[in-house]
Each structure stands twice: as structure tokens, then as C-alpha cells.
């Protein structure tokens, strides 16, 4: 990757107005340097390739594809949303693919997270490059490169958007937010009427909840992993707690404990709630939630999440323990 640096002079993005101008830069820029070429996209539905994608439409329109894999370990509604936003809301040219099957299958018996990670972020490629070598006179890449990715890299962005791209796929690039940082993408992604839901969407890592569904993954805790998820979810936003905390989630563990359902022994998974504030995701301190709340959130899961038996809450900041699990 070419190192690109940010201009002195650029100001911060922080309003509507500058995003516009940014916008109306970007768009004739991408125009000049696509002409009448196609464009690739692999859309995952976080903050960047959303925010690209939305910007690329507004510029070139049906010249975009945009190719969403859902490998089966989002988070509950994210692909749904991906296709009601784009391929419904956007009219985008949208190629939506189910591998669920071919991840989970891949994913079955093993344990080891380093291991999980590789096995997902392989696939991932695979799935992509049959998508685009069905694709006919594709010219350019579009990528969600950002600012503090250059910094941070010597050329290693690849695999975070695409999963490192096959090298007999030759493209070239083109990165529209990789002078912004990520508040300034954000701002952009309002600007250009993508739903606050999803210009505010916490980090996510690429394997998904796969590297929270921790241990061997199997599709009945995977399935209970999500719904208490969205338990989590739901109640920090409706608690006011959603853009206080930099990243929450539930992590549930392979093991079981006994419980008691309905007057009789039940075993069930723990759900472990993760609730960490961060500025550079270096360190990160443990978000004070409220007794009541984590109690209520305790008997939502604990009552509608078949599977689940207990919740637990990590208070560990970082270090020492990581912000993920695995």
C-alpha cells in the first residue's frame, strides 16, 4: 500500500457542510479516476465499507457491485440490514451471499482461536474471488482504507476489508475515506443519509461472533450467542448506555453448568457480558452498568435465550485481558 499522508491544512470533518464539500470532492474524484469502469466492493455492513459503499453509489451508481458474504456469524439483523439498506433503500447492485453452510461446516470440531481465524478469514477470500471471477470487466477495488489504518500499516489493509486479496486479481484501488479518521467517516456516513444505526456501529472484528462463540463453535450455542447478543443490545440502547460505551457484547463459553427451569434441573451455557470504554484500543477501563439493569438484562437472557442458564459479567480492563476473548 502507498503511504498517503494527511495534509496539514485539512480541517476535521466535524459538520454537515464539511461533509458535503468532502462529498461533492469524492464524488468527482471517483468519477474522474472510474469513467465508465466498474468497481468492486466487498460490503460487510461496518462503519467503512458502508460509508464507501453509500459514497461510490452517489458517484457512479449501478457501476458499483457490492458483494455481501454473510459467513454466518453476524450479529443478529446485520445482513438483513445490509440489504434493506443498500439493495432496497440504495437500489445498489447487490450480490448477497449466504456461506453460512460452508463456514460453519469448516469451523466444525476446532477450537483453537488463532486457528478459527484463519479458517474464516481463508474462506472469506474463496467466497469472494468466486463472486468476482463471475463478474465480468471489473476494473477497480473500492476499499474502506482509513486514516489511522495507513498509520498503523505498511500495507497489511488487505486482509482487513477483503481478507487479503488473491494475487492473480489485479485492480486498482480505490480508497475515498483513507485520509479520514473514524469520527470524521462517521460524520460522512450521516451526511449521506445512511441509518444512524449503522454510522454508529460498534467495532465488529472480521471472524464475527466467531471468535465469541468461544472454543468449538456449534450452531445451537452460535444461535444462542446471538440472540443474547441482541438482548445486550437492545437494552443498552434503550438504557442510554449504547454511545457511552465503546464496545459491548456477550461472549458464551463451551462448558455447562446445572440450573434450575420450571422446578427442574436444567444445564445450560454462561453468557459473559464485555462492556469496555477506549479511546485508542490500547488500554480499555470496565463501563459501570447499573445493578438494576444488568439484573434485568440477567432475567431477559436468562428467561428467552434457549440454552443460557446463567449471566456474568467481566470486569477485567486492559491489560490485562484483551477487549475480545479470543
Given at each position: 500500500m502507498e503511504k498517503f499522508v494527511r495534509p496539514e491544512t485539512m480541517a476535521r470533518i466535524t459538520t454537515q457542510e464539511l461533509a458535503d464539500a468532502f462529498i461533492a470532492e469524492q464524488v468527482a474524484e471517483i468519477r474522474a479516476q472510474v469513467g465508465d469502469?466498474?468497481?468492486?466492493?466487498?460490503?460487510?455492513?461496518?462503519?467503512?465499507?458502508?460509508?464507501?459503499?453509500?459514497?461510490?453509489?452517489?458517484?457512479?451508481?449501478?457501476?458499483l457491485v457490492c458483494v455481501h458474504v454473510n459467513h454466518g456469524?453476524?450479529?443478529?439483523?446485520?445482513?438483513?440490514?445490509?440489504?434493506?439498506?443498500?439493495?432496497?433503500?440504495?437500489?445498489?447492485?447487490?450480490?448477497?451471499?449466504?456461506?453460512?453452510?460452508?463456514?460453519?461446516?469448516?469451523?466444525?470440531?476446532?477450537?483453537?482461536?488463532?486457528?478459527?481465524?484463519?479458517?474464516?478469514?481463508?474462506?472469506?477470500?474463496?467466497?469472494?474471488?468466486?463472486?468476482?471471477?463471475?463478474?465480468?470487466g471489473i476494473s477497480f477495488l473500492a476499499q474502506g482504507t482509513i486514516y489511522p489504518?495507513?498509520?498503523?500499516?505498511?500495507?497489511?489493509?488487505?486482509h482487513h476489508n477483503v481478507g487479503g486479496l488473491p494475487e492473480d486479481m489485479e485492480f486498482s484501488l480505490v480508497e475515498p475515506v483513507k485520509l479520514l479518521y473514524k469520527d470524521e467517516v462517521r460524520v460522512v456516513g450521516e451526511a449521506l443519509g445512511l441509518p444512524h444505526a449503522?454510522?454508529?456501529?460498534?467495532?465488529?472484528?472480521?471472524?464475527?461472533?466467531?471468535?465469541?462463540?468461544?472454543?468449538?463453535?456449534?450452531?445451537?450455542?452460535?444461535?444462542?450467542?446471538?440472540?443474547?447478543?441482541?438482548?445486550?443490545?437492545e437494552e443498552f440502547d434503550k438504557n442510554g448506555l449504547a454511545g457511552k460505551v465503546w464496545q459491548y457484547f456477550i461472549a458464551v463459553p463451551d462448558f455447562k453448568s446445572v440450573g434450575v427451569r420450571d422446578g427442574k434441573r436444567y444445564e445450560g451455557w454462561p453468557?459473559?457480558?464485555?462492556?469496555?470504554?477506549?479511546?485508542?484500543?490500547?488500554?480499555?477501563?470496565?463501563?459501570?452498568?447499573?445493578?438494576?439493569?444488568?439484573?434485568h438484562i440477567t432475567d431477559r437472557i436468562t428467561h428467552e435465550v434457549e440454552g443460557i442458564n446463567r449471566v456474568l459479567l467481566?470486569?477485567?480492563?486492559?491489560?490485562?485481558?484483551?477487549?475480545?476473548?479470543?
Open positions: 469502469k466498474k468497481v468492486l466492493l466487498a460490503l460487510s455492513g461496518g462503519v467503512d465499507s458502508s460509508v464507501v459503499a453509500a459514497l461510490l453509489i452517489k458517484a457512479i451508481g449501478k457501476q456469524l453476524m450479529r443478529k439483523g446485520e445482513s438483513e440490514q445490509v440489504i434493506e439498506v443498500f439493495g432496497k433503500e440504495l437500489d445498489a447492485n447487490l450480490i448477497y451471499v449466504d456461506a453460512t453452510d460452508r463456514f460453519l461446516d469448516l469451523l466444525a470440531g476446532v477450537a483453537e482461536p488463532e486457528k478459527k481465524r484463519k479458517i474464516i478469514g481463508a474462506e472469506f477470500i474463496k467466497v469472494f474471488d468466486e463472486e468476482a471471477s463471475k463478474l465480468e489504518d495507513i498509520l498503523e500499516s505498511d500495507g497489511v489493509k488487505a449503522m454510522v454508529y456501529r460498534q467495532p465488529f472484528p472480521g471472524p464475527g461472533l466467531g471468535v465469541r462463540c468461544l472454543g468449538a463453535i456449534t450452531r445451537d450455542r452460535l444461535h444462542a450467542l446471538r440472540e443474547a447478543d441482541a438482548i445486550l443490545r453468557a459473559i457480558i464485555r462492556a469496555v470504554n477506549t479511546t485508542d484500543a490500547m488500554s480499555a477501563t470496565i463501563e459501570e452498568i447499573p445493578y438494576a439493569l444488568l439484573h467481566d470486569l477485567t480492563p486492559k491489560p490485562i485481558g484483551t477487549i475480545e476473548w479470543e
